[in-house]
């Protein structure tokens, strides 16, 4: 039965319901707003950039019968009165339960559920939903739970009702029908500043019959998800049952510590307790381990890099990494050069143990290292996008797109130049060639040597020679191929293996093995690792204090003009990221990271929406402008900083 919304009373949404999902607890703090929550997530930005407005709008595309109810529950019942309709936007509640559906199909007394979602799926990904032991894999858990929630709520709105639930998702496999088909979809704001999206030309048969989105029908994996137990034998259809409760009646669920605490939302930063918010995660921490204030100032085992047993350890007590003994790590040496994972796991809680805020730098073995480098070395950084809605006709969805590149070098003498840069944000146009042609040209006029910061250039020149490999219409096609396998290596999956002479060397991994900074918790993101080097080196910041980044007789650039990276406020030296205007002027880069669950998109989320922006949004000629020069500046400061962490490292072994 649908009833009238009542505004004044607390229903347990979708929204709320994945959260639960994530930590029961969370739905106490989420309604409350004495709570800081980092995340307020933005379901704009994160659609945005994982194209999910496009897919949406594909997916009703392809039922061209369907009528809008704009999330009413009164239009969605007067639709209902039909035998036979297919409804956008419906919501439905029972009792305080409420869900808006993406599509919902009536037919006679049979209703279908339809969530479209983003995510990408394969034939291979099929047999993987569900486990060995019969449970639901964890990565595709949160989307059967979804619409799990949604089917239940329908139950009981409609017990009479015949009720199957399909999920609509990407086809991995499917190719593209048609080219332009991926910008189509417009992002517009109507008079209200409601953001809608305008189909530009409507799809044709061809595109219509060859679909890339693939419908998979997931009632049996429901089942699964309400009677899966716990450890104490409970299913989670009580668990549900006992958290909605405890919701509606706003009382907190029993919190239990566990390793996601450690991006827990509801934790405040300096300016939300200067505005009097409170941190839900202490209140957890303080109820379940009974810390205090004091406590939350010792490092715990979710500051510990890259350490898997963080649940076992929070279960047994073994909390502050000062009660750490080596026995708990299970130290194992590196069969090569430099400090092996566990070392490096050791050598934090070490240095906690003593107090010790020094610097660690394996000096011999990072001069053995760079001894090995050719002059002029070269760094380079990507800008890149996974779009599941292809550019081309023939290309797959989610084929990995390179936008934007950075390029700096080091000569032989010490001098630093920004050398080079590509961006090419044309609507509609996979650049992805044209990206390989110019970074081909920037690095083939010498042998020196390349550096990356992570896997993600070579993953991404991995891509593009795959790319590369199923065209059949450039004559250059072997000499990009040879470039791109000169410098990178083969990943996993490749069926045929290969290490290039050039191969780029990945300046993350030589953080990881020579160089250790306390001041980073045990990270080692270049967000991280470069503010922490400006901090220790004394070269650095006697070099950059003043402005000669940019200047006539100083460091060519080709985006900044006399420029200062080292400016000092409260006795701290500025992190350079926060000295550039934001890409993303609507959240800050924390808020951006807590979107993404791919490690790659919370490295380059701003930059991934912002050419989202660029794509998918109608926006002025200046707007593109400013959002271009932005990720100009973003960009050359990633290779700048991976030059001044050498730059650092070279002054340091002297």
């Not at 007590?317 to 003994?325: N, S, Y």
Request: net charge negative; proline share 3%; aromatic share 12%.
């Amino acid at each position: 039965m649908l009833i009238n919304l009542n505004n004044n009373m607390k229903y347990l949404t979708k929204s709320k319901f994945k959260l639960a999902l994530e930590c029961p607890t969370k739905l106490y703090y989420a309604d409350n707003k004495a709570y800081a929550n980092q995340k307020n997530e933005d379901s704009f930005l994160k659609a945005l950039a994982e194209s999910g407005y496009q897919v949406e709008a594909l997916a009703r595309c392809y039922y061209p019968e369907g009528i809008y109810a704009n999330n009413s529950d009164e239009t969605t019942e007067k639709l209902l009165k039909n035998n036979n309709v297919i409804i956008f936007e419906a919501t439905i509640k029972h009792q305080q339960y409420l869900v808006r559906t993406d599509i919902l199909i009536k037919n006679n007394k049979s209703l279908k559920i339809i969530e479209v979602k983003a995510k990408s799926i394969s034939k291979k990904d099929l047999t993987s939903i569900e486990k060995k032991d019969g449970n639901i894999n964890s990565k595709w858990k949160p989307y059967i739970a979804d619409i799990a929630f949604q089917k239940w709520v329908l139950k009981k709105a409609f017990p009479d009702l015949n009720i199957t639930c399909d999920l609509l998702l990407v086809d991995k496999d499917s190719i593209c029908p048609s080219d332009g088909l991926n910008n189509n979809f417009l992002l517009k704001k109507d008079d209200k500043s409601k953001l809608k999206v305008e189909i530009l030309k409507q799809l044709t048969e061809e595109e219509l019959s060859n679909k890339i989105l693939k419908l998979v029908n997931v009632d049996n994996y429901i089942n699964k998800i309400w009677a899966e137990k716990d450890e104490n034998g409970k299913t989670f259809h009580e668990h549900f049952l006992e958290f909605s409760k405890l919701y509606f009646d706003n009382k907190k669920f029993p919190p239990k510590p566990k390793k996601e605490c450690a991006t827990c939302q509801f934790k405040t930063n300096k300016n939300d307790e200067d505005n009097g918010l409170l941190s839900g995660f202490k209140e957890c921490w303080k109820e379940a381990l009974y810390f205090n204030e004091n406590d939350f100032k010792d490092p715990t085992v979710l500051d510990l890099w890259n350490y898997r047993p963080k649940d076992k350890c929070l279960q047994k007590g073994l909390i502050k990494l000062k009660d750490f003994h080596e026995e708990d790590i299970n130290i194992k040496p590196d069969k090569d050069m430099g400090l092996s994972t566990t070392e490096r796991q050791w050598l934090q809680i070490k240095k906690i143990k003593k107090n010790d805020n020094s610097l660690w730098i394996d000096k011999e073995s990072l001069i053995d290292e760079i001894e090995s480098w050719t002059y002029p070395l070269h760094f380079i950084d990507f800008e890149t996008a996974m779009l599941p809605i292809p550019f081309k006709k023939g290309h797959h969805p989610y084929q990995g797109i390179a936008f934007q590149f950075s390029h700096h070098i080091i000569d032989k003498n010490g001098n630093v130049k920004h050398l080079g840069e590509y961006l090419n944000t044309q609507i509609g146009i996979d650049p992805s060639i044209d990206f390989i042609r110019a970074l081909k040209s920037e690095l083939e006029k010498d042998s020196g040597t390349i550096f990356r910061y992570s896997n993600h250039e070579n993953t991404y020149l991995n891509f593009i020679l795959n790319q590369l490999e199923s065209t059949d219409d450039l004559e250059d096609k072997d000499e990009l191929i040879d470039f791109i396998k000169l410098i990178t290596k083969s990943t996993n999956d490749s069926v045929q293996k290969w290490h290039g002479e050039r191969c780029m060397v990945d300046l993350l991994e030589l953080v990881k093995k020579y160089y250790y900074d306390p001041e980073t918790n045990g990270s080692n993101s270049i967000k991280k690792i470069f503010p922490s080097i400006l901090r220790r080196s004394e070269f650095l910041q006697q070099k950059y204090s003043k402005p000669i980044y940019g200047s006539a007789d100083g460091i060519p650039s080709k985006n900044f003009s006399d420029f200062q990276w080292i400016i000092v406020e409260d006795d701290q030296i500025k992190d350079p990221y926060l000295l550039l205007d934001p890409i993303n002027k609507e959240a800050s880069d924390q808020k951006i990271e807590f979107l993404f669950e791919d490690e790659y998109l919370k490295e380059g989320g701003a930059a991934t929406i912002a050419y989202a922006k660029l794509q998918f949004t109608a926006m002025s000629d200046f707007e593109r402008q400013e959002l271009q020069k932005a990720l100009l500046k973003y960009c050359e400061l990633d290779t700048l900083a991976m030059v001044m962490i050498v730059e650092a490292w070279l002054d340091m072994i002297k």
